[in-house]
C-alpha cells in the first residue's frame, strides 16, 4: 500500500498564477484534510472533507479551494498564488472514527516569487 | 488562550538520556490525546495514542495524561541519535459540530552521538 500520495512534491510558482496539488490515499479512509506546515505556526488546518463530495473549511481557508470528486483523491487548488502562500503542504487522511489518527503524506513545498 | 500549547525547544541531549516533552491544552472535555513524530522534510507519523488519564507503554516511549492538569506528556527512554525528530501532541477536539484533531506547534529533539 502506498498510504498517502501527493504530487508534485516541489513546485516553484510566480504570484498570480495558479496551481492544483493532487492527494491520493489507497486506504479506504473516509475524511481527507490539506494542511499548511510554516516555522513557528504549526499544522494549520486549510480545508477537509467528510466524504466524496463534500468539502469544508478549516482554519485559514482563504486564497485556497477544494475539491473532492473521487473517494481516494482530495485537490487543492490556488487560484491566483501570493507569497503568503509559500508553505509545505500536508494532506492527511483517515476513517470516520479519528481516534485511529491521521496518515499524512509526505507533503509539497511550495514557493511562490 | 490556544487549545494546545506546546513548547517548541528546540532540545538537545546525550544519547542514553531521558526525554520529557509537553503540552498543555485549555478545555477539559478533550479525551484524545496522540504523539506524531516527524522526521526532517517527512510528514507526521502517528507515534502513541491514548485515552485516558495515567501512562500508556511503548517500548521506550510513554505517554503519560494528567487530565486533572490538562497536561500531556511523551517521555524517551534511552534516546537514540534516530529518535531526532520534530515532536507534536494532538488532540481530538469539537469545532463546530464536527471533530478535528488539534496540533501543538512542535517541540524539535536532537539526540546527540
Known amino acids: 500500500n502506498a498510504g498517502v500520495t501527493q504530487t508534485p512534491k516541489f513546485r516553484v510558482l510566480k504570484t498570480g498564477q495558479s496551481m492544483t496539488l493532487l492527494c491520493a490515499q489507497d486506504m479506504n479512509h473516509e475524511y481527507m484534510y490539506w494542511y499548511r506546515q510554516d516555522p513557528g505556526m504549526g499544522l494549520r488546518l486549510i480545508h477537509y472533507?467528510?466524504?466524496?463530495?463534500?468539502?469544508a473549511k478549516g482554519e485559514v481557508p482563504d486564497g485556497y479551494n477544494v475539491s473532492r470528486l473521487k473517494k481516494q483523491n482530495f485537490l487543492l487548488g490556488l487560484e491566483s498564488a501570493a507569497p503568503s502562500q509559500t508553505s509545505v503542504y500536508f494532506c492527511?487522511?483517515?476513517?470516520?472514527?479519528?481516534?485511529?489518527?491521521?496518515?499524512f503524506g509526505s507533503g509539497t513545498r511550495l514557493t511562490v516569487v | 488562550q490556544k487549545e494546545v500549547e506546546q513548547d517548541p525547544g528546540p532540545l538537545s541531549v546525550p544519547e542514553g538520556a531521558i526525554v520529557s516533552l509537553n503540552c498543555t491544552y485549555s478545555?477539559?472535555?478533550?479525551?484524545?490525546f496522540m504523539w506524531y513524530r516527524q522526521y526532517s522534510r517527512k510528514g507526521p507519523e502517528l507515534l502513541m495514542y491514548t485515552y485516558s488519564s495515567g501512562n500508556k507503554e511503548d517500548g521506550r516511549f510513554t505517554a503519560q495524561v494528567d487530565k486533572s492538569s490538562k497536561y500531556i506528556s511523551l517521555f524517551i527512554r534511552d534516546s537514540q541519535p534516530s529518535d531526532s525528530a520534530t515532536y507534536l501532541c494532538?488532540?481530538?477536539?469539537?469545532?463546530?459540530?464536527?471533530?478535528?484533531?488539534?496540533f501543538g506547534k512542535g517541540t524539535k529533539l536532537t539526540v546527540n552521538p
Open positions: 478545555n477539559s472535555a478533550f479525551q484524545y
Open positions: 472533507s467528510v466524504g466524496e463530495g463534500t468539502t
Open positions: 494532538a488532540i481530538l477536539t469539537t469545532q463546530g459540530g464536527s471533530e478535528k484533531l488539534v
Open positions: 492527511a487522511s483517515s476513517y470516520r472514527d479519528r481516534n485511529y489518527g491521521y496518515t
